[in-house]
């Protein structure tokens, strides 16, 4: 069985950064592998809209809009999908998501959900 989890949500000051995490946790595994991570927000009101995304061999993408100032990566290590996101803005203000397509010997490759965490932007 397959957990997905965010933190690292939370209000934040306009201008500051912020560090989400999207760890991937499993029971009764002897082998994880995150394929890819990708991150989604939703703000009230709007469409759910794609943040970054990240391979397991390191590619990334990022819509025009946050490319300049996000990074994502994966620790593999830990299992975490990490996204970084600099000069935070009221409109980045969303319930932040993680997607994460997971390998395991007893299930193979699957498409999980976290339950969101929620970033709220101060001006």
């Known amino acids: 069985q397959v957990h997905v989890v965010e933190s690292g949500g939370g209000l934040v000051q306009a201008g500051k950064s912020l560090r989400l995490s999207c760890q991937v946790s499993?029971?009764?595994?002897?082998?994880?592998?995150?394929?890819?991570g990708t991150w989604y927000r939703q703000a009230p009101g709007k469409q759910r809209e794609s943040v970054a995304s990240v391979t397991s061999r390191g590619s990334t993408s990022y819509p025009d809009a946050l490319k300049d100032r996000s990074r994502i990566s994966i620790d593999k290590d830990k299992n975490t999908v990490i996204l970084e996101i600099d000069s935070l803005k009221p409109e980045d203000t969303a319930v932040y998501s993680c997607?994460?397509?997971?390998?395991?010997?007893?299930?193979?490759?699957?498409?999980?959900w976290g339950q969101g965490t929620q970033v709220t932007v101060s001006s």
């Open positions: 499993v029971v009764s595994e002897t082998r994880v592998i995150i394929n890819v």
């Open positions: 997607n994460v397509n997971v390998w395991t010997p007893s299930s193979g490759s699957n498409y999980y």
